[in-house]
């Protein structure tokens, strides 16, 4: 199968199979999708969920957060994965965005990248989602499933993967890809034990292949092993 039809025949699967998907973050402007994205690192986008709320309620907009002290923006987030970090880089990145922005939320990945606390895989959500850009945002899922599946190759860091699914992924389908590959691994192509049973990949599937065929190898040499067993040596009893 060429790389190609790979790709061809994987948006064509999650095409039929979720046409609608995007982010689970729960956002209702850049600016709270910016600090969503942000908190959503090493930390579910459930348990961010469950503490933007309060969050947005305390500083309703960009130019609130450039006025709040760090402890104060930590005792609401502290529930959060690394909240000393966070909560010190979105009241600087909210200076940041009043003094230099004008309060606004950058369109540009490179102006982006210039905040506190954003990196390469949060501008490229914020330019996708915000400003419906074509931008692939590589994070761990993205990663592991583009991989596994044979989206990319040999890729060793997520810049890598990105260029390489960008050079393959139409414009138009760019920005719903991201969000097809982290779905996808977030609940059928899991980490520690993919859910192949469930996944309608295995004929395109590159790790299921190679998978199978050594599960297959397995099973061979167990049912050799059944039928010549192997005498082993039992050491003769000192006398
Ligand atoms: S077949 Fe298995 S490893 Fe491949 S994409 Fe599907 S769940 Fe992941």
Redesign the pocket.
Known sequence: MTTAERYKKVIDYFRQQAPEAATELTYTNPYELLVAVMLSAQCTDKRVNLTTPALFQQYPTVFDLAEASVDAVFALIRSISYPNNKARHLVAAARQLVDQHQGNIPSKIEDLVKLPGVGRKTANVVVSVVFDQPAMAVDTHVFR?SA??GLTKKAKTPLEAEKQLMRHLSTEVVAVAHHWLIL?GRY???ARK???T?????DV????KK?QQQLKKNQQQLKKNQKHPTTKSVPHEKR
Do not use: Q
């Open positions: 499933v596994r599946i996808h059928i192509c899991v993919p859910k192949c469930a996944c309608g990949l295995t599937c590159i790790w299921f998978n």
